[in-house]
């Protein structure tokens, strides 16, 4: 059974600061996504990794994938506020179906 | 075009009653998917389609779960019997490579 953890589940940060979150994933996969959740909404995408190595970049936010490790980080750079939310990870299996991490729920602090 | 969308956005029942539930995905995409998301935890998978036909079933899809797509075009979830544990967010997403969520239904079963 394909099973997704991500960690920490819970990160509070201050404005300026880095930080990772990781997911790790038990059983190979074809793609890799990440999603952002802001409270009582849907998910937003933000990137998806197709292959051992890719690197995408949207802003302060960057996401990487090894798949020899099974494992993607989401970097956030000089934190701002506008980023808390919760950030999930999730991976392919079979057709398309998705299988998500539970959630790191970010929240940055002035 | 203007994203997939969910109708209700919210739903509030008594145990007992039938509710369902509509999406429209987003117009050139043929494969539609339901997922269930509660409090604090990532979306679950519930059933797939591509075009009108239901490809793919979750163990989650008890025996009241039933879900249509009747022309390859909007979708229905319905739900026979609620239950208190089928409180969740229905999330519909439409897709290709990557999935587009919807706004979400919220049912909550009293």
């Known amino acids: 059974e394909l099973k997704v953890e991500q960690n920490p589940l819970f990160l509070s940060m201050q404005e300026g600061k880095n930080y990772t979150i990781y997911c790790n994933y038990s059983?190979?996969?074809?793609?890799l996504y990440w999603y952002r959740q802001d409270p009582g909404k849907s998910l937003e995408s933000l990137f998806v990794l197709l292959s051992n190595g890719a690197v995408k970049q949207e802003g302060r936010l960057m996401a990487s994938l090894d798949t020899k490790a099974r494992l993607s980080t989401l970097h956030i750079t000089a934190a701002v506020h506008d980023l808390s939310a919760t950030y999930f990870c999730a991976v392919v299996r079979g057709a398309q179906k998705l299988v998500f991490g539970q959630g790191t729920r970010l929240t940055i602090n002035p | 075009d203007t994203g997939v969308s969910q109708d209700p956005r919210h739903k509030i029942t008594k145990r007992g009653q039938n509710v369902t539930f509509r999406c429209d995905p987003i117009?050139?995409?043929?494969?539609l998917y339901w997922y269930r998301q509660t409090l604090g935890q990532g979306p679950e998978f519930l059933t797939y389609?591509?075009?009108?036909?239901?490809?793919?079933k979750s163990r989650l899809l008890s025996d009241r779960f039933s879900a249509e797509r009747p022309k390859g075009s909007f979708s229905t979830l319905e739900i026979q019997r609620t239950e208190q544990g089928d409180s969740a967010m229905y999330l519909c997403a439409s897709g290709k490579e990557t999935q587009y969520f919807g706004p979400g239904t919220r049912l909550l079963v009293l």
């Open positions: 117009s050139e995409h043929n494969r």
């Open positions: 389609f591509q075009n009108e036909a239901q490809l793919e």
């Open positions: 059983t190979t996969s074809d793609r």
